[in-house]
């Protein structure tokens, strides 16, 4: 079975996701950061893109330790798995994901990746081969599925929002919109990618809550499965 998939995002209020450097931008405050460590701690595994490792270079661990010993008593390893989507398997030697957190780190490649870096990087972390050439996310959640993870929290970035979104590979949106405008035509948006032109095409959602966290508001969204307004 597939994972529950949830989106979680913060963005400007003028749908930025970080500026024109694409490297990682503060978007929300205290408040909203402990929402997003208690998403973290209730799922099995987190995910990024490799454009995100390389912007951002975030270590995707779990800072709360109650939190952590929350896990433990569940018999639960103490931080979720940390997942990179990586199709030429360049997930870098130096990443901090090496050095802080402790969550068990997967690879996900393609068949195209070149075969010593991923004999190379077979030894650090677990590797996934899923897709020709880019990484195909349907199979990946199989075999995360396969692999026990029932819940996955997809963080970005840009890109990787856009084929979860627009493959509709998700369940729920959870965005954040900050009290802030970063401006900018290149810089990155909660959805890039070529976007979609006619509107049977736009995955179409549900609104579940509001709710005002710092100074910005957390939106909930379900998708709905058929696409008519
Ligand atoms: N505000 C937030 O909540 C938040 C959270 C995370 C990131 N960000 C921002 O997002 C930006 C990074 O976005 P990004 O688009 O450069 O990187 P990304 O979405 O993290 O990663 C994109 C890369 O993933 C690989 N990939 C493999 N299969 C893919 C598939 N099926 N679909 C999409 N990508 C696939 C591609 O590289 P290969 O072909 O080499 O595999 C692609 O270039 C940064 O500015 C970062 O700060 C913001």
Redesign the pocket.
């Known amino acids: 079975m597939r994972p529950y998939v949830i989106i979680n995002?913060?963005?400007s209020a003028d749908g930025k996701?970080?500026t024109p450097l694409?490297?990682?931008?503060k978007?929300s405050g205290a408040e909203d950061f402990a929402r997003m460590e208690k998403l973290r701690a209730e799922s099995d595994a987190i995910l990024?893109?490799?454009?995100?490792?390389r912007?951002?270079n975030p270590s995707l661990r779990l800072k709360n330790e109650a939190l952590k010993e929350e896990r433990r008593e569940k018999n639960l390893p103490a931080e979720p798995a940390r997942i990179v989507?990586?199709?030429?398997a360049?997930f870098p030697d130096d990443s901090d994901m090496f050095i802080k957190g402790s969550g068990k780190i997967i690879v996900a490649v393609?068949e195209a990746a070149d075969k010593d870096r991923v004999a190379a990087l077979s030894e650090r972390v677990t590797v996934v081969v899923a897709?020709k050439t880019?990484?195909?996310?349907g199979l990946l959640l199989d075999k995360l599925g396969e692999m026990g993870i029932r819940q996955l929290m997809v963080?970005?970035?840009?890109?990787?929002?856009?084929?979860f979104m627009s493959q509709r590979l998700f369940d729920e949106i959870r965005i954040y919109i900050g009290a802030l405008i970063i401006g900018g035509k290149t810089s990155?948006t909660f959805a890039?990618g070529e976007g979609f032109t006619k509107p049977e095409e736009f995955p179409r959602l549900t609104l579940k809550s509001a709710e005002r966290f710092d100074d910005g508001i957390l939106l909930i969204w379900q998708k709905r499965e058929e696409n008519s307004l």
């Open positions: 995002a913060a963005m996701i970080s694409r490297k990682q931008t978007i990024v893109g490799i454009g995100t490792v912007s951002d989507i990586d199709s030429r360049e393609s897709g880019s990484v195909d996310l963080e970005g970035g840009t890109s990787i929002l856009w084929s990155p890039d």
